[in-house]
Structures are given as structure tokens and as C-alpha cells.
């Protein structure tokens, strides 16, 4: 039986000041919830320790939004996966579409990230998502697998038990256009297809979350479809009230 997990991706919002008001919204309301969802928050790196430590003593699991492949060395600006994992994160999103398309992460970079975390200890979720103009020329599916492979095919069978996927179709991020729970089921019926090829048991086991533009308004019926695991998501995890209402929307 998979778990479901939503996770709240904070981009590069937020201040001390914000962070704190609103993680102290979030474990009030979810913090010791241990029958529902599993529920994680990403803030930006320099805010870690922070959460660390608001969210000490609660069921909310840390995260982080990027990592390098790397164990250490001249990576100016860059972080390890055994640093997050110093600070008690998780989990951390690998080849999330604004870094593919604003920072180059590719393909490969994105699988040894992934072997990266989970040598640390931490579970990466790797995004994977086609464009609007990909999916108008029925490329779709072709572009998932092609990431998805690439992860499945660098990392051992025994550390793939630690991945989560997460498919953020790239036209319905923060566009407020969400796929449609038939659209979002069919790619993850796909995914968990995809999976399946490398291994039945990580198929049966592996988390798929569905992003792009989920609400408190459309999560519950996302969520409620077969293959959809759970939620990442950006602009309403910044709000206390959604989050926690998207958060609650999804059975365990
Ligand atoms: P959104 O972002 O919920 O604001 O569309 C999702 C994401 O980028 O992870």
C-alpha cells in the first residue's frame, strides 16, 4: 500500500519572517498528523535549518528543491546531498522543469542527482513533464519516458525503492491551466508503465505525485484517481489555509 505525500515546493519565496508564520500555521494544523497524507515542505536552501527547527517534534518531513551530483569539491554556489541531509532533509525534488530549463540541468545530471541523495540517505523526487508544444505534437509520452529512463536506468534496483516521481506537466505550472484528472491519470497510469519495465515490485510501491497548478478546489478530485499518489505543489503551498485543505483533501 503506497502512502500518499503531498509537498509543498516554495521556489524562491519567503523571508525568516514569512517562513516562520507560516510553518507554524502548518504544524499546528498538520503537524501531528500521522493517519493522513505525509506531508512535506522545500523551502529555499538558506531557510534549513530553520525549518529544522520549527519543525522539530512534528510529523512534517523537510525537503529540499535541488542538490549537486557531487560529494564535495569546486561546485562555487552549489550543495551536497550529505549537507541537506546534516540539516534533516528528506527528501529533495531532482530536475524540477524551471532548473532543466533555467539552470541546464539534463537528463544524466538529473539521474546522478538522484544516485546522489540517495546515497545521503535522502529520497529524491524527480520531476518529469512534457510542454505544451511537446504534448500539441503528441510527444508526450516519448518525453516523460525519455526522463524517466534516464533515472531508472542509472540508479540500482535496491536504491530505487527510495524514489518518488512526480509529473509536473510543464504547461500547467503556475499557469493556473491544470491537467484534467483523466489527463493527469493517464500519464501516471503511463509512468507507473514505464516503471514497471525496470521492476513490478517498484511499480506497485513507487510514489507518483501529480503538479501543475493544484488547488485546495481541484486536489481532492486529482487525488482521487488510481495512479495519482499525491500533490507537489508551488503557488498554494505559500497560502496556510489551501496547503493544509489540499493536504487534508488526500486519503493516507
Ligand atoms: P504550481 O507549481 O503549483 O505553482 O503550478 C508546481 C511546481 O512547480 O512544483
Redesign the pocket.
Known sequence: MRRSLVAG?WKMHGSGAKITGLLQALVQALGDEQEGAEVVVCPPAPYLPLCQLLLQGSAIALGAQNVHAQASGAFTGDVSAAMLAEFGVRYVIAG?SERRRYAGDTDAEVAQKCEAAILAGIAPIVCVGESLEERESGQAETVVARQLSAVLEHCDSESLGQLVVAY?PVW???TGRTATPEQAQAMHAFIRHVVQERSAWLAESVRILY????TAENAAQLFAQQDIDGG?????SLKPEEFISICKSVGR
Open positions: 515546493n524540477h509536473e500547467a505550472i503556475g503538479g501543475g497548478s493544484v507537489l505543489v508551488g503557488g498554494a
